[in-house]
């Protein structure tokens, strides 16, 4: 053990006959020795406790989406990855790796469950491989659990983390890039606009396309618009409110809004929850608001008599 | 800021250039509804386009006056209410009901000329 320490002020010196502390080794020390020993059995058995991973993904039948060969190489560099955060303690190797692998395999359709499961079995393969080599000693084995659970649990919980965080971007990326499309202000005519509406509107998207129509409006000097929602499946009071401002702001700029294309079921809740839309404008479908919307601004479609017909 | 008012032809063209404080509103009634009289005149078209807010009073007021200079005899149309004024407004549930509104200054002369005139033509 290490020597005792002088005392700062002579004159007031510990008492001979206290007991010495017992020498313990620091706890920190054992773990750290214990991890080395685990790294090593780990790095000797490689070949083995990979393929018997492997075995038991392909057994559990997860990963279905990857080749046997695929999961094999995959196994292989989260096998290294793993035993490197045991090594170094550090994780932010492995969260990078988790990352890269999220970004692969999320598109082939890997689901949550299997990347946890995977990592969960890792963690059996290699804890059983230590009960089998250590059984002779149970005091050791339980030491050399107490230094290697909380590092695999670390070391799970950093990759079902980091594969959901990836995937939660993808999923933000992708409602971005909906919402962007999803919101044209076309012009058909001369100050006739049409606004088709397809998916989900949620308050911040009936925000957002209150301001698109409106700046269509000003830029295309609008009178009439045609708003049509055939492609939204269901609305509530918030929704129809947004839709009632929508047009109350398109009046207030000198534009008639013109709603097509509710279908029975909607018309039926808005009468069922009291909404009132007696302000609005509704024509039953698409091509009979744009006539309307026609009429509006006084135009006319004459067909062609049979004769005079080109083609 | 005082809001100047201009004469053209039958109408009466407000055009206000700031934000306004209520008094300037009170002014702006005031001789809207006196010279609407003294002009003989049929429509009054009151340009907020400069406006980059608009508080419920201005909008009550401007609601308010619509309604007086209609019992004056004329029609009064607001033009130039900017996109995100008009979105605010909306939210604020302040929606100018029964006041006719228009894009711009020229299509409320449109707006103006079909309802005293019959027609977009009949204007001179």
Do not use: C
């Not at chain 1, 809004?257 to 007696?278: F, H, K, N, P, R």
Request: proline fraction near 5%; aromatic fraction near 4%; charge should be negative.
């Amino acid at each position: 053990m290490t020597e005792k320490p002088r005392d700062p002020k002579p004159g007031r010196s510990m008492p001979e006959d206290q007991p010495k502390p017992p020498p313990v080794r620091p706890v920190a020390e054992d773990t750290a020795s214990r991890l080395r020993e685990l790294v090593a059995h780990l790095r000797q058995n490689r070949t083995q406790l990979r393929e018997e991973w492997a075995r038991r993904i392909t057994e559990a039948e997860l990963l279905t989406a990857m080749s046997k060969e695929e999961i094999f190489a995959e196994a292989t560099s989260v096998y290294d990855n793993y035993v490197e955060v045991l090594e170094s303690g550090s994780v932010e190797a492995l969260e990078a790796y988790a990352r890269n692998l999220s970004e692969r395999i999320i598109p082939r359709g890997v689901e949550t469950h299997e990347v946890v499961g995977i990592v969960l079995l890792l963690r059996d393969v290699l804890a059983r491989s230590l009960f089998g080599k250590y059984q002779a000693d149970f005091a050791l084995l339980n030491r050399v659990l107490d230094a290697y659970e909380p590092a695999a649990n670390r070391i799970a919980n950093t990759v079902a983390v980091g594969f959901v965080q990836e995937r939660e971007r993808m999923i933000r990326q992708f409602q971005e890039a909906i919402r962007e499309l999803s919101t044209p202000v076309l012009q058909v005519r001369e100050r006739l606009l049409i606004l088709p509406i397809i998916g989900l509107i949620d308050p911040q998207r009936a925000r957002q396309l209150t301001e698109q129509l409106l700046r269509g409006i000003r830029a295309n000097r609008a009178k009439v618009v045609v708003m049509d929602i055939t492609g939204v499946a269901a609305i509530d009071a918030a929704v129809a409110n947004g839709l009632v401002q929508m047009a109350d702001a398109s009046r207030l700029m000198g534009a008639t809004v013109i709603v097509t294309g509710l279908s029975s079921e909607i018309a039926q809740t808005l009468v069922t929850i009291g909404v009132d839309l007696s302000k609005m404008n509704t024509v039953g479908d698409l091509q009979g608001g744009i006539e309307e919307a026609e009429r509006l601004l006084g135009y006319k479609v004459i067909p062609q008599a049979p004769g005079e017909a080109r083609i | 800021m005082q809001v100047p008012i201009l004469k053209q032809g039958d109408y009466l063209i407000a055009s206000i250039q700031a934000a306004l404080t209520d008094a300037d509103l009170v002014e702006l009634r005031d001789e809207l509804t006196e010279r609407v009289g003294r002009f003989r005149s049929r429509g009054v078209i009151v340009d907020v386009t400069a406006l980059d807010v608009m508080d419920s009073y201005a909008v009550r007021m401007l609601r308010a006056v619509a309604h007086m200079l209609k019992l004056r005899g004329a029609e009064t149309v607001i033009v130039g209410i900017p996109p995100d004024v008009a979105f605010a407004m909306v939210q604020l549930g302040l929606t100018l009901e029964g006041v006719a509104t228009a894009l711009d200054l020229e299509e409320g002369l449109v707006y103006l000329d079909q309802k005293t005139k019959g027609g977009p033509r009949g204007i001179r």
